[in-house]
C-alpha cells in the first residue's frame, strides 16, 4: 500500500499476554494494516510510580509491529493518569459545575491547569519523546486523548487562572464592569478576585461572565495540549502531531483554535453506540461530522478511531451489518480522509469498554470484521496510490462560529433549538443532493466559496461582519438565518435594530421576533413574482422582517403578523443576500434549496438515488467519484460520464453502475 495513505488499527499489547503479540502483528499485515496507533492509555504502565519510567513492553511491541512493516503512532498518554498522582494531589481531580469534586475511576477527570498534573503531563511526554525520538518505525503523535468529552472545571486554581485571563482580555475593571453589564443586579466588581467560576448554584449567571468562562475553559485545553506540541516539536521534529477530536456534535471546546497547533486532524468516528440507540443515526450526520473537521484546518484528516463492531460500555448498541463497516471507512475516506484506524484491534475482556467491540471478538480469532478489513486491505492496494493526494472541492460552505456556539449554551432563546441542529438541518438538504459543504470558521476567507451560509451568526464582531459584507460586495451570495448579529463579543445585545451590524447587508430590520410553541406552525405564503418554491413551513421562531432595500420572498400568512416579510432577497453590490427569518424544520431548506443554488450557480456532483451518497475527490484535474449505498437494498446509479472503477478494475463504464446493499463504488473519471 502506499506510504502517503494509512490504514491501521487501534492496539492495546499492554491488555494481552506477550506471547501474543507477534500473532497480532501478522494478522494486522495479512489485513494490509500499515499503521497501528499504541499507548493513549498507558501512563501508569510506563510510569508505574512516580518518576520510575518503563518503555521496557513498549519498545518490544513496537519492534513486533515494525517486523511487519508496521509504523507507529504513539500517544501521549496524559487522558488518564496512574492513581499514584492523585492519591500525592487529590485536588487534581475537576470540580463539576454543580460544585462537586469528581474522584478516581473513569478518565478525563483531571483539572487541566492544576500545576502538578501539568508537570507530571510534560514530563511524561518528554521522557517518552526522548525514547521514542530516534526509532525508525515511529512516525507520529497524538495529544492526550478526546478533549471535548466535558473538560471544563470550576475548581478555585481554574477560578484564579480564569481571573487572570480576564485581566490580560479586558486590562481593568472599568471595562470589564461595562462590557459585562454589570450595572445589573447590583454585580460591579471591585477586585479580580471577585470574580467567580459559574456554578450552578449559582443560578443563572451573567451572560457575558459566562461565554468567557467558556472561552477561557476551551483556552485552558488548547494551552495544555500546545505546551505538548511544544516538546514534540523540540525533541521529533520529523514527526507528525495530531489529536483525536470527536466530530461536530460535542460542544466544549473551539476546535478552530485545538486545531491550529496541530500537523492535521484527527477525529473519533462513531455511528451505532449505547448512547444513539434510541435515535437514527443518518449518513448526513457522519458526513457533517467530516466535513466540520476538513473545515478546521481546510486541508484532509484522519478517523483515528473508525468504528468496526457494536459498541457500548453499560449496554451494547445496535447492530452492525454485513458490509457497514467497510462503507462507513469508505464514506470517510470519501470525504477527505487520508488515514483509517479501526478502533480497536480486540474486544477487551476487561474495563469498561468490554462491549466495544473490534475487529477481533475478545476469543482473539477472526471472523467477518476481520475478513472485511482485509477485504478493504487490498482493494486500498491500489486505490490508496490514486487517491492519496487528491482533496475535496467545495462551492458551498457553512459558517461555524464557536462563540454563537457557547452563547446558545448559555441561553438557548428556545428550549427546542439547538446551534448544532440548526447547522445539521442545513447541512442535509445539502448533502441529500449530493452538494458537498465545507464547515468553516468565521475569520477565513470566504472569496472561494459561491454560495456561503451563516447560521444564526448570534456573537457577531465587527470584523466577521465587513468580511461577510466584502463577500457579497464582491459577487458571492450568503444566506442568514435568524438570532444573527444580536449580541457582541461579550455576549450583550447590541443597541441597534436587529439583525444589528447585518442591517444593511441584509436590507432589513426585525421588527419583532415571535418564538413559536406547542408545535405551532404556519405555511408562508409566495409573494408575487418569487421563485417558485415548495411549500414552505415556519416552525420554533419568526422574526418579523421590515425590509429597507430588500425584495419580499414570502410572507407569514397567520396570526397578527400575517402578511409581513419571512423571507428577503437583498442585491447588495455584486452579491446578494437572503434572509431567512423562520428556523422551520429540514424541509424548508431542502425546499430553499434549488433557488439557492440557481442564484450562485451551483451544481449537485451527480442525482442519485435515496440513500446513495455521491462524493468527489480531485488531484491534478482528475475526478474521483465515490458511491456509497447507505441502504439494504441494491442501488442503480445513473452515470454523466465513462468512469473506471478503481475497485473492481472495470473501465469504460457507462449509463449506470449497479450497487450491492451497503455496496462502494470509487469511479475515476475517463
Request: proline share 5%; net charge negative.
Amino acid at each position: 500500500m502506499a506510504a502517503t495513505f494509512s490504514f491501521g488499527v487501534d492496539y492495546y499489547p499492554e491488555q494481552w499476554p506477550e506471547e501474543r503479540w507477534a500473532l497480532d502483528a501478522r494478522l494486522m499485515a495479512e489485513a494490509g494494516i500499515n499503521t497501528v496507533r499504541l499507548a493513549e492509555f498507558g501512563w501508569a504502565k510506563m510510569e508505574p510510580d512516580p518518576g520510575l519510567f518503563n518503555f521496557g513492553w513498549l519498545d518490544r511491541a513496537i519492534e513486533i509491529l515494525a517486523a511487519q512493516n508496521i509504523q507507529i503512532v504513539l500517544g501521549t498518554p496524559t487522558a488518564s493518569a496512574p492513581p499514584w498522582l492523585y492519591q500525592r494531589h487529590p485536588d487534581a481531580f475537576r470540580v463539576l459545575e454543580s460544585g462537586d469534586r469528581q474522584t478516581y475511576g473513569h478518565r478525563r477527570y483531571n483539572c487541566p491547569n492544576h500545576p502538578a498534573y501539568r508537570e507530571y503531563s510534560m514530563r511524561i511526554t518528554t521522557r517518552m519523546a526522548e525514547h521514542f525520538a530516534q526509532h525508525p518505525a515511529v512516525i507520529g503523535w497524538q495529544i492526550d486523548n478526546e478533549f471535548a468529552q466535558g473538560d471544563r472545571c470550576c475548581c478555585p486554581i481554574c477560578t484564579k487562572r480564569f481571573q487572570d485571563w480576564l485581566k490580560k482580555r479586558y486590562h481593568n475593571l472599568k471595562n470589564l464592569n461595562e462590557c459585562w453589564g454589570t450595572a445589573f443586579w447590583s454585580h460591579g466588581y471591585s477586585e479580580w478576585s471577585q470574580i467567580p467560576a459559574p456554578l450552578k448554584t449559582a443560578g443563572s449567571p451573567n451572560p457575558g461572565l459566562m461565554l468567557d468562562y467558556l472561552r477561557f475553559s476551551s483556552d485552558s485545553y488548547v494551552d495544555f495540549q500546545r505546551e505538548q506540541v511544544k516538546i514534540l516539536r523540540k525533541r521529533c521534529p520529523s514527526h507528525l502531531i495530531t489529536h483525536n477530536m470527536m466530530g461536530f456534535g460535542f460542544n466544549q471546546l473551539d476546535n478552530f483554535q485545538m486545531a491550529r497547533d496541530l500537523d492535521f486532524v484527527s477525529w473519533d468516528c462513531y455511528l451505532h453506540t449505547q448512547w444513539d440507540v434510541d435515535r437514527q443515526v443518518h449518513p448526513h450526520d457522519i458526513a457533517l461530522s467530516h466535513a466540520a473537521m476538513r473545515g478546521l484546518k481546510q486541508k484532509n484528516f484522519w478517523v483515528i478511531e473508525q468504528q468496526v463492531g457494536l459498541s457500548g460500555w453499560e449496554i451494547v448498541g445496535k447492530m452492525v451489518r454485513p458490509g457497514q463497516t467497510r462503507l462507513w471507512a469508505y464514506q470517510s475516506i470519501a470525504h477527505g480522509a487520508d488515514g483509517i484506524l479501526f478502533f480497536r484491534w480486540r474486544s477487551a475482556r476487561f474495563g469498561t469498554e468490554q462491549y466495544w467491540h473490534g475487529i477481533l471478538n475478545h476469543h482473539g480469532q477472526t471472523g467477518r470484521f476481520y475478513a472485511e478489513i482485509q477485504q478493504m486491505g487490498r482493494e486500498l492496494q491500489s486505490l490508496a496510490a490514486e487517491v492519496s493526494g487528491s482533496s475535496v472541492p467545495s462551492q458551498v460552505a457553512i459558517i461555524q462560529c464557536y462563540d454563537s456556539r457557547f452563547a446558545f449554551q448559555i441561553q438557548a432563546n428556545h428550549k427546542d433549538f439547538t446551534y448544532t441542529g440548526h447547522i445539521n438541518q442545513i447541512y442535509q438538504a445539502f448533502h441529500a443532493q449530493n452538494i458537498a459543504v465545507d464547515v468553516i470558521s468565521p475569520h477565513v476567507d470566504l472569496s472561494k466559496y459561491q454560495l456561503v451560509i451563516a447560521p444564526a451568526l448570534h456573537v457577531l464582531p465587527a470584523a466577521v461582519a465587513e468580511r461577510l459584507e466584502s463577500y457579497v460586495a464582491s459577487g458571492g451570495v450568503l444566506v442568514i438565518t435568524p438570532r444573527s448579529g444580536v449580541k457582541d463579543e461579550a455576549n450583550a445585545i447590541v443597541d441597534l435594530p436587529l439583525p444589528g451590524l447585518l442591517a444593511r447587508l441584509c436590507g432589513v430590520e426585525i421588527l419583532e421576533y415571535i418564538p413559536l410553541y406547542d408545535q405551532v406552525s404556519q405555511v408562508l405564503s409566495l409573494e408575487p413574482g418569487a421563485p417558485d418554491l415548495l411549500p414552505l413551513v415556519a416552525n420554533l421562531w419568526c422574526e418579523v422582517l421590515q425590509p429597507t432595500t430588500a425584495q419580499v420572498v414570502t410572507r407569514y400568512s397567520e396570526d397578527y403578523f400575517k402578511g409581513q416579510a419571512a423571507i428577503t432577497m437583498n442585491r447588495y453590490q455584486n452579491g446578494r443576500v437572503i434572509t431567512v427569518g423562520t428556523f422551520g424544520q429540514p424541509d424548508l431548506y431542502t425546499a430553499l434549496l434549488p433557488w439557492l443554488c440557481e442564484l450562485a450557480s451551483v451544481q449537485p456532483i451527480l442525482k442519485a438515488p435515496t440513500g446513495v451518497e455521491v462524493t468527489l475527490r480531485q488531484k491534478n484535474q482528475t475526478d474521483y467519484l465515490f458511491l456509497l449505498n447507505h441502504t439494504a437494498q441494491d442501488q442503480t446509479v445513473m452515470l454523466d460520464a465513462a468512469y473506471t472503477d478503481l475497485i473492481t478494475e472495470e473501465h469504460n463504464i457507462k449509463q449506470q453502475i449497479s450497487l450491492d446493499p451497503y455496496g462502494v463504488a470509487v469511479l475515476r473519471k475517463k
